[in-house]
């Protein structure tokens, strides 16, 4: 059944002068999918800035590709699963795994990790149906994603959770992988007239047929026909059959199947190696009989890879692919022309342009800014020991900030020995790599500072994707994004939508970091609404040495220090949210040259060893930063809250508030280290207070309060695992 709109139909048989068949109106309804096409966006994210000395550009297609010297390169790239993953979250979440995966592979790149970024409705909400629905979708969600990694060996070493009433009945499933290679083992898809192209992997059946049309418009219910079937141990099959091709040179063009299936593959590679194709869909290995020539070629049945190899080689690939058990079709061959010629039992049933099929006509959608949602006032508390003590824990036990151990010790982080910094124990994980570096990596989101602002939201994600990958140690190289919204159909949310992009232009054009890849995801709603605009960022840094990479928390007896100056931003805040404010308050603003003056001066500081423990001052805000250092180290802290440089009109906005830009260090060399940020012209920054090992309580010390708030660690842990005392409570759903 055709998704083209009446003008694309009208625009399609004006090309092809005649009208389409059946047939070719599915082969490109699939290709002209927002979810494949992009047609809706790709004018605005050709915006993004992409060149820099570590990007190799004209070989990715599938994936972005990085140069990170001695001749190895990184591959990465980003995907989401989010309609199947809503319907079926177990095989939608781990499909979402296996596609990304084979993105990296398709380069000729062994995959080495895995991220995540999650989104659910609050998993103790008082509306029990959507929090009981929420959990039952985190549980099968995480079980998807472990079961997959850990079955093809591949370790997922990081991630990123948000709860949000936003998601009612609906989540979000973004996976990011990673990989590395030989830069001369890259595969760059050039190929040759009468090479054999042969379809690899798994059989062809009649799951996930129509995907990329049901990922690109609203989901109004549970088609679980579109989700496709999981097979990780064919999975990891396919990943060391490729690898042995490529290193034995015989793969001269890839490329996995993903949305679309066939249809958006073939027509995809024949116009990267600017070649026709004619294939034959009877000749297609498939899970059943009876299956027409357009589920065949709709199908997105999980772990296949089209591979194409010269006549020469075709013998050795077979071989190969026969010594991993793994099943395969001779399906057609590169012809003269740039056409794609599909047959079924040696009959043409389709000869159109690879470039008709492969570019949709773009569309300029109409913007309008909404309404705004937040009151630009702030909220007061009583400034009472008793209270702010209250509120800091609360605001700990917020699954938003609460450990996420319930969810990553699911996940095998060890295989493969190259993890350094493993989930949960600093800003972002770090990866040992073949060339003698670090690998450091983070993905970040706000989807209720993007809601009340998409442009500063975004923003905020950027900084804080950064900072926390200069937080372990790291200089970041490149940015990788996943913008997700509603239909762009709606004004108002295509306007939100270009806020964002704006925002990562004018802060990667000021940072000079390239945006390598992404994705962009419409049509995250259902029958209750749109979901909130949530953006994730990804961020990639290098760390060349072993003794920079930093770790969040104190030692015995250091000196604590603050770089930035706090605000009055409490919008979006975790704070807010918490004690039942969301929607109110100014969202933070980044300054561009406070950014990057703290960025630079805090990565000076690693080089020169003057910092013992680092940690970002960003989610829940400086009293919550404080509590995460002070549980990673075991020891205990004494700040006087007088002495951060600030504005707040409150002492609850200075240890919840948001602003970005903003560190907190200890260091055992004080003096060397005042001396060093003393010189910096314009920065702001402060010695605040001390660690200690003596007792096992933490002070906020504050001229206002007539005695200190304490903190005792043993609170602040109970509070901390807040997320897996829910978890390991529920009933299993």
């Known amino acids: 059944m055709s998704e083209l709109t009446a003008g694309e139909t009208k625009y399609l048989r004006k090309k092809l002068g005649r009208k389409p068949s059946a047939f070719e109106l599915d082969v490109v309804s699939a290709e002209w999918s927002e979810h494949c096409s992009y047609k809706s966006s790709k004018k605005l994210i050709r915006k993004f800035p992409n060149r820099s000395k570590f990007v190799i550009p004209g070989l990715a ?32 979440s781990a499909t979402g795994v296996g596609g990304v995966i084979r993105d990296i592979l398709s380069l000729g790149a062994r995959p ?15 509306n029990k149906r959507y929090s009981q629905s929420s959990r039952w979708l985190l549980r099968n969600v995480t079980k998807g994603i472990a079961d997959y990694g850990n079955c093809i060996g591949v370790p997922t070493v990081g991630g990123e959770v948000e709860f949000d009433r936003g998601f009612s009945n609906y989540c979000l499933v973004d996976v990011a992988a990673i990989g590395i290679s030989k830069r001369e083992k890259i595969i760059r898809n050039r190929s040759n007239k009468r090479d054999i192209v042969f379809l690899v992997g798994g059989a062809t059946g009649r799951d996930g047929i129509h995907g990329s049309s049901f990922a690109s418009k609203k989901l109004s219910g549970e088609d679980r026909s579109a989700v496709q079937i999981p097979d ?29 299936g066939l249809s958006c593959c073939l027509s995809e590679i024949s116009e990267t190696i600017s070649k026709g194709l004619e294939v034959d869909l009877s000749k297609v290995h498939v899970k059943e009989d009876g299956m027409s020539p357009s589920e065949i070629i709709l199908s997105e049945s999980q772990e296949r890879m089209l591979v194409i190899t010269s006549q020469t080689n075709q013998a050795y690939l077979t071989e190969i692919l026969s010594k991993y058990n793994l099943s395969y079709s001779n399906i057609g061959s590169v012809i003269e022309g740039k056409n794609l010629v599909i047959k079924y039992a040696g009959d043409v049933i389709m000869n159109l342009p690879s470039e008709l099929i492969c570019r949709a006509p773009l569309i300029d959608r109409d913007t309008i800014p909404p309404e705004s949602k937040s009151e630009d006032r702030n909220l007061y508390f009583r400034e009472r020991p008793s209270d702010l003590y209250k509120s800091i824990l609360k605001v700990l036990a917020n699954p938003n900030i609460a450990s996420k151990k319930w969810i990553y010790e699911q996940f095998d982080h060890e295989v493969g020995i190259r993890t350094v910094l493993k989930p949960g124990t600093a800003d972002s994980s770090v990866l040992r790599l073949e060339n003698g570096k670090y690998l450091a990596v983070k993905l970040d989101g706000n989807s209720k500072q993007c ?26 190289l490149a940015i990788i994004d996943h913008l997700q919204f509603g239909s762009p159909e709606n004004a108002h949310i295509f306007w939100a939508f270009k806020q964002s992009v704006r925002a990562i232009i004018n802060y990667c054009e000021f940072m000079r970091l390239p945006v390598v890849g992404g994705k962009v995801s419409f049509y995250n709603e259902n029958n209750l609404g749109p979901i909130k605009h949530s953006p994730v960022i990804g961020s990639i840094g290098l760390i060349d040495r072993s003794e920079w990479i930093m770790m969040p928390r104190f030692g015995s007896e250091e000196s604590i220090f603050i770089i930035g100056n706090t605000k009055d931003e409490m919008g979006g805040s975790e704070f807010y949210e918490t004690t039942g404010r969301a929607g109110n308050g100014k969202v933070p603003i980044v300054d561009l040259n406070d950014d990057m003056r703290n960025a630079k001066a805090v990565l000076r500081l690693i080089r020169e060893d003057v910092v013992s423990s680092l940690h970002d001052c960003s989610k829940g805000g400086l009293a919550i930063t404080l509590c995460e250092m002070a549980m990673r180290g075991g020891n205990n802290f004494q700040v006087d809250l007088d002495k951060i440089p600030n504005s707040c009109s409150s002492i609850s906005n200075l240890l919840f508030s948001e602003t970005p830009s903003r560190y907190i260090l200890s260091t055992n060399k004080r003096k060397r280290l005042n001396t060093m940020l003393s010189a910096i012209s314009g920065l702001e920054f402060s010695e605040i207070g001390m660690t200690t090992n003596n007792g096992s309580e933490s002070f906020l010390h504050h001229s206002k309060l007539n005695s200190p708030v304490i903190l005792t660690q043993k609170n602040i842990t109970d509070s901390y695992e807040n997320l897996g005392t829910i978890m390991e409570r529920t009933p299993v759903d």
């Open 451 to 476: 809601d009340l602002d998409p442009y500063h939201g975004t923003m905020c994600i950027l900084s804080e994707v950064c900072r926390n990958i200069i937080s372990t140690g790291g200089k970041p």
């Open 61 to 92: 297609s599938d994936a972005a590709l990085l140069d990170i010297g001695l001749g190895y390169v990184l591959a990465i790239h980003i995907e989401s699963h989010n309609h199947p993953s809503a319907v079926e979250p177990y095989g939608g």
């Open 112 to 126: 080495i990790a895995l991220l995540n970024a999650l989104r659910f409705y609050p998993l103790d909400n008082a």
């Open 232 to 260: 990780p141990f064919t999975e990891k099959l396919l990943i060391e059959a490729v690898l042995e091709a490529v290193d034995r040179g015989c793969v001269n063009a890839m490329k996995d199947l993903g949305g679309g």
